[in-house]
């Protein structure tokens, strides 16, 4: 198969798409037949860099061909051209139906790529507060599926990292603290705010260094060391004036170890947030750097800068689970699932069977309970070492 750019004009709203979709490397990314549903999920698409196999792109080329000679022929308006579509893709229109997990989950990310790409954009400090809240929605009506989603997109996502991070970061914010019975409900809303615009004053250099594969030059390290500060500055232009807001974001980074009580209300965010960046990042693909399994990320935040239990790092375990929906164990017979749901015990989670212990992928997702012995969690599974494609809708069905 041999893939070429997709003709982004070729893909019409609530009608069945007329050839495959992949991402670069050849991973479907839509089937044929499939439906696009909203505007966000076709920008999602073209954003990801949607390619399509060149046999279907000249059969595809070859009808807008013959179509355009036929419009030609009438002397229709060239506005009429310019929106042409083969005759063989006028399918009829899908009637819209209510959004899936995914597609909720991808039109919030298209909608915080833009704010964080485009932070002088009009009236944008109302919409960053109604991304927050409606995350914030999404996590209370179904927190499994947002990680699963967001953990499964972080692990394979690099064309948009900076804004799946974001969000990644900020549901595991909103759902540690929960588990910190010091916080006031108060604390959530600027604890979200704060975790999706971070990094807002290196969105671009953070996308690009999701793909770079060198270390980072002295100037890309200068601007990193100097972002959380930035971050905040631009905020204040941006018309922010929380200071719980201002100082998580300008805190971030800080890296103090020690109670979070003794620490000022916004340090407490925002070593909170640093704590879920750590843990996020490390499930992440970035470059030649491959993401981690879970109990490796765990790891990462278990213990603090001088290797004591970490009080943030903690209440993220609680939260999450040691396999947290998204990831990837090992089961005791030798298979290796995907979580789909936390369990009733960290080390329990439902989890649906991919692959059998002879490491040949399952025909179908076979569920397990890992409450069992002979189906109990051994350990986390990097997720490049698992070969099969995940239908994210499917899976979050089993659940």
Not at 47 to 61: T, V
Not at 158 to 174: G, K, M, N, P
């Amino acid at each position: 198969m041999n893939l070429v750019p997709m003709p982004s004009s070729a893909i019409r709203l609530r009608a069945p798409l007329p050839f495959s979709v992949y991402d670069a490397t050849g991973r479907l990314l839509l089937a044929k037949g499939s439906v696009v549903m909203s505007e966000a999920q076709r920008l999602h698409l073209i954003q990801r860099g949607g390619h399509i196999d060149e046999a279907e792109s000249e059969q595809f080329q070859r009808a807008l061909a013959g179509k355009l000679d036929d419009l030609m022929r009438q002397n229709v308006p060239l506005k009429q051209l310019a929106t042409a579509t083969p005759d063989h893709i006028n399918a009829p229109v899908v009637p819209e139906r209510p959004s899936d997990p995914v597609t909720i989950w991808s039109e919030l990310q298209v909608r915080a790529s833009a704010l964080l790409r485009e932070p002088q954009r009009e009236e944008w400090l109302p919409r960053m507060l109604k991304l927050q809240a409606d995350v914030a929605d999404q996590v209370d009506s179904d927190a499994d599926g947002a990680l699963f989603i967001l953990i499964q997109s972080t692990s394979t996502e690099v064309r948009s990292y900076s804004a799946t991070h974001a969000l990644l970061v900020t549901v595991v914010c909103d759902l540690a603290a929960r588990h910190l019975t010091a916080w006031p409900e108060s604390l959530r809303e600027p604890l979200r705010c704060a975790a999706l615009s971070m990094n807002l004053a290196m969105t671009h250099l953070q996308d690009r260094l999701s793909q770079q594969e060198m270390l980072l030059n002295p100037e890309q390290r200068k601007h990193v060391h100097n972002h959380p500060a930035q971050a905040a500055a631009l905020l204040k232009t941006l018309g922010v004036q929380d200071p719980l807001w201002l100082g998580a974001v300008a805190s971030h980074h800080s890296g103090q170890p020690g109670p979070l009580g003794d620490k000022p209300q916004a340090e407490q965010l925002g070593r909170l947030i640093q704590r879920c960046d750590i843990f996020s990042a490390r499930l992440s693909a970035r470059g030649k750097r491959k993401g981690l399994s879970a109990t490796a990320a765990a790891q990462a935040i278990y213990t603090d800068e001088v290797k004591q239990p970490d009080e943030a790092g903690g209440a993220i375990l609680k939260a999450v689970g040691l396999y947290p929906p998204g990831s990837f164990v090992r089961l005791g017979n030798g298979e290796v699932a995907l979580v789909l749901a936390r369990g009733r015990r960290a080390n329990e989670p439902v989890a649906a069977s991919i692959v059998g212990r002879d490491g040949l992928a399952l025909g179908e997702p076979v569920l397990r309970d890992t409450r069992l012995p002979q189906f109990n969690t051994t350990g986390g599974v990097a997720p490049h070492e698992v070969k099969v494609m995940i239908n994210m809708e499917r899976m979050l069905k089993m659940r």
